[in-house]
């Protein structure tokens, strides 16, 4: 066992470490690697390379690159695209008009994707000529873009709930079915922000008249039926019981193939570029994989989650209240670290404290990915600002960060409603 005080200098040597810049793989590694020697001596190591070498061979962990082509697909072969134009003539008679697109584009493509970075880029992108030819505030753009797409680690199937799920044993099937409800709702939230947004200041719409008759809407829905078939699919096979989330991915590649080959897309050049970019994003996911496991070890060994979770039990912190602090801490680390850095470098320790204050997993699980969605809109590391900022490629990343704000705040209250009913995350998964 290690004293409290190692354990908070130990933390801090992990953080700072991050923000000089190594990659958050190698600072768990090597601090993992420093515990053990500094605990049992180079006689661990050996057991140590073992465990790696099975929890890397999970069967959960194949869901990653699966998920991730999934996307990359639909995003080379313009299904993506098709669906943002179709969603935008079905929105556009909200206040806010083509603002709304955005946000509804996201929550799909997220519904397919499970990625935040792949829904930024690509709905910036497809995005940003229209709303600059009809003279819209790039700010509320900006804003609105860079903030639906955190939707795609929260809305199912999503990469950070597998990881969560992974590095915490708990039940993939489970994590995506409790994402649903707070992914729309926080959806919603940001529909209604753009909409009262619009109506104080009517300039942010521009001076778009532009409305599709219903033949022309009709004729693009058919862009939304093969997204929205593939999502119900995935979901409704994990929920109803017939596929594990992992089989539910294979099903979805293969469908979303199918869907390029519907639009005659599905060519070579369209899968290389599919498959290296699955590559490379799966690469640097496993790489944060090792180290997390690998840390996840050193620390049970030396005993410092039952450590951290005795003295926190031992201060009488009421859930409420450590909940209150935790949302504190990851509003801090969010300014130094990414979403997954955060993400994958406090589980480890805090997950053995709000299950020892029995707070419930699944709610914690999705718990930290909305802290995570807002470490993506806070600077100076907020992932999803200089994506939307390069895509852009004008004016200053400040318009960005201006324009996501009042999303930011969005994003809380659904922390808070969460926080005050749970069962807000819990109803589905206990329905199962």
């Not at 109803?240 to 199918?258: D, F, I, K, Q």
């Not at 290389?272 to 050193?298: D, K, P, Q």
């Not at 200053?396 to 960060?401: F, G, L, N």
Request: proline share 5%; glycine share 10%.
């Amino acid at each position: 066992m290690v004293g409290i005080e190692v354990i908070f200098i130990g933390f801090l040597c992990v953080i700072g470490l991050l923000m000089l810049g190594l990659h958050v793989g190698t600072v768990m590694v090597v601090t993992a690697l420093l515990g053990l020697m500094w605990g049992f001596g180079p006689s661990m190591m050996n057991s140590a390379g073992n465990l790696m070498w099975g929890q890397m061979n999970s069967f959960v962990l194949t869901a990653i690159p699966l998920y991730i082509l999934m996307g990359e697909i639909l995003v080379k072969s313009q299904v993506a695209e098709r669906m943002y134009r179709s969603l935008s003539d079905w929105v556009q008679w909200l206040p806010g008009r083509l603002l709304h697109s955005n946000i509804a584009s996201s929550s799909m493509f997220a519904a397919i994707s499970g990625s935040s970075v792949a829904t930024a880029a690509t709905i910036s992108t497809v995005a940003f000529p229209s709303f600059r030819e009809n003279n819209y505030d790039e700010r509320w753009v900006a804003g609105s873009i860079a903030s639906g797409a955190t939707l795609g680690i929260l809305i199912p199937p999503s990469i950070n709930l597998i990881i969560y799920g992974a590095v915490t044993d708990t039940s993939i099937g489970d994590l995506f079915i409790a994402g649903i409800v707070p992914g729309l709702l926080l959806a919603s939230f940001f529909v209604l922000i753009i909409a009262v947004a619009s109506v104080i200041w009517p300039d942010i719409s521009g001076n778009s008249d532009r409305k599709a008759d219903v033949s022309g809407r009709l004729s693009r829905l058919i862009d939304l039926v093969g997204p929205a078939f593939i999502f119900f699919m995935i979901i409704g096979s994990i929920y109803g019981g017939w596929a594990t989330p992992t089989e539910a991915a294979a099903v979805g590649v293969v469908s979303s193939l199918g869907l390029a080959a519907y639009y005659k897309k599905l060519n070579f050049e369209m899968l290389n570029e599919s498959l290296l970019g699955t590559v490379r994003i799966t690469a640097m996911i496993v790489l944060v994989l090792i180290g997390a496991f690998f840390l996840n070890f050193s620390m049970g060994v030396l005993g410092i989650p039952n450590e951290v979770a005795s003295f926190i039990t031992s201060l009488e912190v009421s859930p409420a209240e450590l909940i209150l602090y935790l949302v504190v801490l990851y509003l801090i680390l969010g300014c130094f670290l990414d979403a997954l850095a955060m993400m994958i470098t406090t589980i480890p320790v805090l997950f053995p404290v709000v299950t020892a204050v029995g707070i419930d997993p699944i709610w914690f699980g999705v718990f930290v990915v909305i802290m995570c969605e807002l470490a993506l809109l806070t600077p100076p590391v907020g992932m999803n600002l200089y994506i939307v900022q390069g895509v852009r490629n004008r004016g200053s990343i400040t318009d960005v960060m201006v324009g996501v704000l009042p999303f930011f705040i969005g994003i809380l209250l659904l922390v808070t409603l969460i926080t005050l009913f749970p069962s807000i995350v819990t109803f589905l998964p206990e329905l199962m």
